[in-house]
């Protein structure tokens, strides 16, 4: 069975800052890999994602994420966090087939200092 | 386009009462989804269908929680009777048919519908 777990559940940065969160996932076959976003009073919106080719892939608002098959990870990286930035993080997960169902991580909340 | 609709965004009832939640998905997505969302947890899937048929119920508590999409379109989540633990946001997504290539797994969501069992 699939899993996926986000090992960060608080991180705080000071604007100007860097940011890494950490995504690691279960499955030995072919996955699809996502990084959903929901801002204070927001819906869950997708932020980025991966389903072949280029492991790093980009996503907006100047957020980026690499694929490392041989880690199941898919880390979600940002070089400058802005205050704007602040909102809770979901990684997902699943098998590469369009009926294949999605399995969420537990969420990273991100608190920006300004 | 018009976003996924959820309604009733809050409901409060006391536990052993019913409930009921309804979505309707973006026009034309195939695929329709009910996560449960358990505060400061990740979306757990309870049902997914994929047009009015079940692709995957594994997670859905089937002695108190039950769905249906009757015409593939909107779909009602219904909770008899609930429980405390039950209290939660009940997230609805929906995404388009085809190849995980042309976006059949990028999920658009609702705005939930959060429920306080009392």
């Known amino acids: 069975a699939q899993s996926v777990s986000q090992h960060n559940h608080h991180v705080i940065l000071s604007e100007a800052a860097s940011l890494e969160l950490g995504c690691n996932y279960s499955?030995?076959?072919?996955?699809?890999l996502f990084w959903y976003v929901q801002y204070p009073g927001q819906h869950l919106q997708l932020l980025l994602k991966y389903f072949s080719g280029d492991p790093l892939v980009k996503g907006i608002k100047g957020f980026e994420a690499e694929f490392i098959k041989s880690k199941f990870s898919f880390n979600l990286r940002k070089p400058s966090v802005q205050w704007s930035d602040t909102a809770e993080y979901f990684c997902?997960?699943?098998?590469?087939?369009?009926?294949?169902?999605?399995?969420f991580g537990s969420g990273t909340r991100l608190s920006i200092r300004p | 386009e018009a976003g996924v609709a959820q309604s009733p965004r809050y409901k409060i009832i006391e536990k052993r009462q019913s409930v009921a939640f309804w979505c309707n998905p973006i026009s034309g997505h195939a695929t329709l989804y009910w996560y449960q969302q358990i505060l400061g947890q990740g979306p757990k899937l309870l049902i997914q269908f994929q047009n009015n048929g079940v692709v995957d119920d594994s997670q859905l508590p089937k002695d108190r929680f039950s769905a249906e999409r009757l015409k593939g379109v909107d779909s009602t989540l219904k909770i008899q009777p609930a429980k405390l633990e039950d209290s939660a946001v009940y997230l609805c997504?929906?995404?388009?048919?085809?190849?995980?290539?042309?976006?059949?797994?990028?999920?658009?969501f609702g705005a939930g519908s959060r429920l306080t069992v009392l």
């Open positions: 499955y030995g076959g072919t996955v699809n």
């Open positions: 997902a997960v699943n098998a590469a087939s369009s009926a294949s169902k999605i399995i």
């Open positions: 997504a929906s995404s388009p048919s085809g190849t995980a290539y042309s976006g059949a797994n990028v999920l658009t």
